[in-house]
């Protein structure tokens, strides 16, 4: 059975930092591309950023240069780190894989930019 289970959300100021990590569980983690998305309260869910298992790394264009998306495949987990914080960045984040078929998400971990 497939689980992410995301973790790290947390209420930042403006131009902070958070770190968040997503576990995956129930497949060959090392074989398999991840991505980040994140959905704002009445707003689709939008891509953030993806990572191929050869560690090549895309972003959409309104986190370039502030946010990094790595792997560590001996932990089957893959991070997000977030620098220079906006408000506009609040948002639920998940992470996603297509294995097989099927796309499975983890749950969410909700993230504040707020002062």
């Known amino acids: 059975q497939v689980q992410l289970v995301e973790s790290g959300g947390d209420l930042v100021q403006p131009g902070g930092s958070l770190n968040l990590s997503c576990a995956a569980s129930?497949?060959?983690?090392?074989?398999?591309?991840m991505a980040w998305y994140r959905q704002a309260p009445g707003k689709q869910r939008e891509l953030v950023a993806t990572?191929?298992?050869?560690?090549?790394?895309n972003y959409v264009d309104s986190v370039k240069g502030r946010f990094s998306i790595s792997r560590d495949n001996t932990k089957k987990t893959v991070y997000l780190q977030m620098n220079s914080l906006k408000p506009e960045d609040t948002a639920v984040y998940y992470c996603?894989?297509?294995?097989?078929?099927?796309?499975?998400w983890g749950q969410g971990t909700q993230v504040t930019v707020s002062s």
């Open positions: 129930g497949i060959i983690f090392s074989i398999y591309s």
């Open positions: 996603r894989v297509l294995y097989g078929a099927t796309l499975y």
């Open positions: 990572i191929t298992s050869g560690g090549g790394t």
